[in-house]
């Protein structure tokens, strides 16, 4: 293969991870969006994180590829930076790009993180009151039956 199909692959890779950050990105979004709605499932959620665990996976084979690749290339790179020039360009506009996907994605979870605090935070508080209702209910139940025994004196006919 020659040298030039190597650093076009590199840039394909650099292409591909931005086009994966985009999605990613939309990802986040909606998964702001589930956990903002008070009304969506666990399942939401979940399908949302699946998807997005798969988009990370390709990111890092996409990283692993390029690190290997670039490993091979570097030094032809390096010693013939005027034949690969164009190239070079593109690639750092993509580093970039990628990077400016990267900082937008980091901050966008680190949102949802926060998102996802406060919709099991009051998750956990309705559990607590429900559990406290049930208390509540369950004292009251057992104080009404421990009254109405039979054999409680003020049931017992006092005529005798």
Same mark, same amino acid.
């Given at each position: ?18 086009? +994966? ?19 969506? #499932? ?17 990111? +890092? ?21 005027? #034949? ?5 360009? +593109? ?20 949102? @949802? ?24 209910? #369950?004292?009251?139940?057992? @104080?009404?039956?421990?009254? @109405? ?12």
């Amino acid at each position: 293969m020659e040298n030039m199909d190597y650093v076009v692959m590199l840039r394909e890779s650099l292409e591909k991870k931005a086009d +994966i950050l985009r999605v990613l990105q939309i990802r986040n979004q909606e998964q702001a969006a589930i956990l903002q709605d008070p009304n969506t #499932t666990p399942d939401d959620l979940e399908k949302n994180m699946n998807m997005k665990s798969e988009l990370i996976d390709r990111i +890092i084979m996409l990283d692993e590829g390029f690190q290997q690749l670039f490993g091979r290339v570097k030094t032809i790179i390096e010693a013939d930076r005027e #034949t690969y020039a164009d190239e070079i360009r +593109i690639m750092q506009e993509l580093i970039k790009k990628v990077t400016d996907l990267t900082a937008d994605v980091e901050a966008s979870e680190y949102r @949802n993180k926060e998102y996802a605090k406060a919709r099991f935070a009051n998750i956990k508080k309705e559990v607590r009151e429900i559990k406290k209702s049930n208390d509540v209910v #369950t004292s009251y139940y057992k @104080n009404m039956m421990a009254h @109405n025994k039979a054999d409680d004196p003020s049931f017992l006919d006092k005529k005798k």
